[in-house]
Each structure stands twice: as structure tokens, then as C-alpha cells.
């Protein structure tokens, strides 16, 4: 049992270091340009990370695809139940969006990765990629209110997925400095991401405490019990199993606090969750990791 306790802190401990850099620079007074830094890793690092993780996978490819519509299995029975308990409850609907988006990239990969190695990193990069798909497409369109295609033609996470996996699935031999370029790109994503992820949450506030919390253990278990459900479903077991199972229930997303901006939505609200679904995922995530990795 200690054994296990001392293999979980060592899987979480370099994202909360890593985070709480973010935290103490944000504390420190020193300007960090948050704009500037999630332009690079959205436009240049990630893109680059996606392409070179998915074209050099070693995973058979069936395998992606599975973990692919298991995720988009994942947000339909997600958006649902989000759908239903915000309606009852006279809320905002809207913000299903908000509650389904998980921090799968800031948080989730790196967890993957400190959980599962290269294997994880790959399977969660599927997860990842069919995420980014739904948010910049069907998620833009129910917050606005309307669908841009164009938009999401025009994002290079979107490119670098398609052109990661047709590398990948027709085998095309890449010249070693492209995949030495695009390996070195992708390095800073993780560090950035959870530095970043560290500075936002410094700076967001609490409000309606007890309401917000409420709405925040409800998510997650729903998101767990979803997970879990999904998971049977596609009999995952192992890497496979604890990839979903982490991405799905990973807390909710800080991007959405840009997206709840962008269109005019209930901005204190969605900060309130996104805080209290990390500070919560303290407790979670450790219990998921020790349950998954007996």
C-alpha cells in the first residue's frame, strides 16, 4: 500500500510542481502573458506534440480509433446528463459545454503521461484530439449560437490530428528533422500548460461557495460514473481503461473561462467550477490513480 501511495505521489507531484510555479508567479506580481503563451502552445506547441505523438504511435491503430469513439461516446452521454441536470435545476444549459470540456490538455496529458508512459501519452492524445473537435465545432456553435466552419478549418491542432494519423496509417517515412523539429516543439507544451494552469487559477475568485460546490462534486461523479460505464462498454482494461477514465473525469477545463468571455456567458460561474473541480481533483484523482493502477 505505501508502495502504491509513493508510486501516485510520484505521478502527480510534477504537475503540482509545475503548477504551483504558475501560482507563486502570479503571487510574485510578475507579469505573465497568459495571451501570448496559450497562443504558442494552441497554434504552434501543440499541434506539434499531436502530429509527432500520433505519426510515431506505436499503438495499432484500431486501437486509436477505439479510444476515439469511445471519446465521442463519452461526450454524447456526458453532454446529456449535463444537459438534463442544468435544465432541472433553471440553469444555463449552455454550460454543459463547460462541465463536458475537462482539462485534458493542461492537466490530463501530463497525468497520462506520469501514469501510463508513452502508451498513455498516445491513447490521450486520441481522447485529446476528438475533444478539440467537438469544442471548436459543435461547443463554439452552442455557446454562440451559431456554427463557423471556416474556424475550425482554419485550426492547426485540427490539421496536425488528420496529418498525424495519415502519417500513421499509411506508414509515409518522415525526414528525421521533421520529427526532430516537431519532438522539440511539442516539449514545451506540458511544462507551459501546467505553468499556465498554475497562474489561472491564482487569479480566479469563489463565489456562491456552497451552490458552486455542490455543482462541482456533481459533475465529477457524473463524469466518473460515465467513465467507468463507457469503459465496460468497450471492455478497456489497463493503459486504455485508466486513459479514459483519467481524461474524462480530468476537472474542468480553464479554456473555458475564455470561452464563457467569447460569448457572453455567466463568466463567475464557470471560474467558480473551474477552481473547485481542481482543488477537488486533490482528493479524486489520487483515489482514480490507486484504484486503476492495482
Request: aromatic fraction near 10%; charged fraction near 10%; proline fraction near 4%.
Amino acid at each position: 500500500m505505501l508502495q502504491l501511495l509513493f508510486e501516485i505521489l510520484s505521478i502527480l507531484a510534477p504537475a503540482a510542481i509545475l503548477a504551483s510555479i504558475g501560482v507563486v508567479w502570479y503571487r510574485s506580481g510578475t507579469d505573465y502573458p497568459i495571451e501570448f503563451v496559450s497562443n504558442l502552445v494552441i497554434n504552434i506547441g501543440m499541434p506539434a506534440l499531436l502530429f509527432h505523438t500520433l505519426a510515431t504511435s506505436q499503438i495499432d491503430f484500431s486501437a486509436l480509433g477505439r479510444m476515439g469513439l469511445a471519446t465521442l461516446l463519452v461526450h454524447v452521454l456526458f453532454f446529456s446528463a449535463a444537459f438534463a441536470y442544468l435544465k432541472a435545476a433553471s440553469k444555463d444549459w449552455k454550460l454543459s459545454v463547460a462541465h463536458v470540456v475537462g482539462n485534458t490538455g493542461n492537466l490530463g496529458l501530463p497525468v497520462c503521461f506520469f501514469a501510463f508512459g508513452e502508451t498513455g501519452l498516445a491513447y490521450a492524445m486520441a481522447f485529446f484530439s476528438v475533444q478539440c473537435i467537438l469544442l471548436f465545432s459543435l461547443g463554439d456553435a452552442i455557446l454562440a449560437g451559431s456554427s463557423s466552419l471556416k474556424k475550425l478549418m482554419s485550426s492547426p491542432i485540427l490539421h496536425s490530428i488528420w496529418m498525424g494519423l495519415l502519417v500513421r496509417y499509411m506508414n509515409i517515412p518522415l525526414p528525421e528533422f521533421l520529427l526532430d523539429a516537431t519532438e522539440l516543439l511539442g516539449q514545451f507544451v506540458i511544462p507551459l500548460m501546467l505553468i499556465t494552469l498554475g497562474v489561472s487559477l491564482a487569479s480566479m475568485t469563489l463565489i456562491k461557495l456552497p451552490s458552486n460546490l455542490f455543482w462541482s462534486v456533481v459533475r465529477t461523479f457524473v463524469a466518473i460514473v460515465i467513465a467507468f460505464l463507457v469503459a465496460e462498454i468497450f471492455g478497456f482494461e489497463g493503459v486504455e481503461k485508466g486513459v479514459l477514465v483519467i481524461e474524462t473525469a480530468a476537472p474542468v477545463a480553464v479554456f473555458n473561462f475564455l470561452m464563457a468571455v467569447r460569448h457572453n456567458r455567466d463568466v463567475a460561474e464557470v471560474s467558480t467550477l473551474i477552481l473547485l473541480t481542481h482543488l477537488c481533483a486533490i482528493i479524486y484523482l489520487p483515489i482514480l490513480l490507486a484504484i486503476l493502477l492495482v
